[in-house]
């Protein structure tokens, strides 16, 4: 079993910055892509970054040029660093992992393969 624990959410004020870590550990995940997810209030959980274990990144078109995605294999952590931080940026955001870059640009995750999330609310 995985077992992934978000952390870095907070308050920030738009135009501001704000980094996000996710912590793996359980069952090895050698090779495996990571990802970030994030659900508003009233609308679904949407795709927002991913990165393979290589570092092949993909992005929504939505924070493109403004949130970037990494990782350190040897810590089994993913991060996404927030900069020009918008209020529509508030939501609750998720980390997962699976096999494929691709199956999280599509939403294709196990439900064991979730964290718990962690709130970001950003100030207008």
């Known amino acids: 079993q995985v077992q992934l624990v978000e952390s870095g959410g907070g308050l920030v004020q738009a135009g501001g910055s704000l980094r996000l870590s996710c912590a793996a550990s359980?069952?090895?995940?050698?090779?495996?892509?990571m990802g970030w997810f994030r659900q508003a209030p009233g609308k679904e959980r949407e795709f927002v970054a991913a990165?393979?274990?290589?570092?092949?990144?993909s992005y929504a078109d939505s924070v493109k040029g403004r949130f970037t995605i990494s990782r350190d294999n040897t810590k089994n952590t993913v991060y996404l660093q927030m900069n020009s931080v918008k209020p529509e940026d508030t939501a609750v955001y998720y980390c997962?992992?699976?096999?494929?870059?691709?199956?999280?640009?599509?939403?294709?995750?196990?439900?064991?393969?979730w964290g718990q999330g962690t709130q970001v609310t950003v100030s207008s």
């Open positions: 997962a992992t699976t096999e494929r870059v691709g199956s999280l640009v599509d939403g294709k995750v196990p439900n064991d393969y």
């Open positions: 359980g069952r090895t995940l050698s090779n495996w892509a």
């Open positions: 990165i393979s274990w290589f570092r092949f990144t």
